[in-house]
Structures are given as C-alpha cells and as structure tokens.
C-alpha cells in the first residue's frame, strides 16, 4: 500500500490473532469440503483428490483438491450448492451465516469442525489515537467482528475518518455500534477493498 500512495502513514494493529484449535480433522473418504476462510486452509488437512467448495477466490486458490464452487460469500454458498453430501465444514469458533444448519434444512448431509480460533487483542494505543484524532483516516473493516472489535474500543470515531466495509455484514456490525454508514465494497473480495482504500486515499490526498 505505501508504494502504491507515496506520503501515506499506515498504522497496522490487528484484532484478531488466528490460532489452530489443535482438533483432529477426520474426513471420511467420500466427503467434500467446505472452506470459508483462508485461514481453514491453513489447518486443514491435505485435501488432495477431494471436491472443495469455496468462499473467496484466494480461499480457493489456496485450498487444494478440486475445486467445484467458488462463491461470493456464505449466503451465496448455500444457494448454488447442490451436492448430497456428506461434506465437512472447516471453520473458526467464530463464524456467521449457519452454512452447516442451513444446508442440513435442505437435506444435504454436513457437519462441521473448528479448526481455528479467532482470539480478539485489543486496538494498540497508536491505532485509537488515530481514529480519535482529527487527521485523515481510511480505515478497513474487514469482518463483522473486527468491525465490532474496533468500534468498541474507541471513545469516540473522528470527522475525519473514512471507514470501508468489505460487505453489508460488516456495515451492519460498524452501524450498529458507531451509527455512521460506511462506504461498502459491491463485491466481498479482497482485491475489490484494496482498490477502494487506494482510491480513498488519493482522495484525501488530492
């Protein structure tokens, strides 16, 4: 980002640490696999020769096995898959869209394994006094958590801050605790919210 915006300050302080749950993961050989996360890459077994389905293009890029569906995000998921099963969802302690359940009601047979947590760690004191403060700020909300995360730990959200969303969830969670709208990302992607941080940096800077 600071070669694409020369002049940019950028002020890095996650909220969410990723560790593995240490859970054996046993796949029956038959079962597809349900990534929704990068991160479920990470601790998942090898999947090779498995049917993968995929939230995310750099989920699926990094999953392993046969790729069948990319979808946009968890609601997409559930409308375009239509396998019988069984699958296996690999997922966080924290997640959202109940794949698992809402599959399930369609008679597809999953079940799920949380292979990782995500472990809240406070905003650094930099990180607050920035967005408090009166200076220009883009600020990315990557997940509804981290949105919720950050907006609880500030006092208050300064005039000059431009927060993006990488979806409505994540809006919602910001509203919710901020009531100021976000600008959103049309598409939940990655690739999408880097080029909106730019823009809204070049922004501030013309």
Known sequence: ??????????????????????????????AGVILTSQNAVVFAPDLAGRDVYCVGKKTAARAGGTVRLVAQDADDLVARLDVPGPLVHLRGRHARGNIAE????????????????????P??????????????????????????IVARSLSRVGTNVHPIALSEAVAEAWIDRIGSTPEVC?????????????????????
């Open 1 to 30: 980002m600071a070669e694409r915006v020369p002049g940019v300050e950028i002020v890095t302080s996650p909220v969410i640490e990723i560790v593995g749950t240490g859970v054996a993961v046993d796949l029956p050989p038959e």
């Open 102 to 121: 809402r599959l399930a009601r369609r008679g597809i047979a999953v079940s799920e394994v949380v292979v990782y947590d995500q472990r809240e760690t």
């Open 186 to 206: 049309d598409n939940p992607d990655g690739d999408e919210m880097v080029a909106r941080i730019v823009a809204a940096l070049l922004g501030e800077l013309a």
């Open 123 to 148: 905003l650094r004191t930099e990180a607050v006094q920035v967005i408090e403060g009166v200076r220009p700020v883009v600020l990315p909300l990557w997940s509804p958590r981290s949105a919720d």
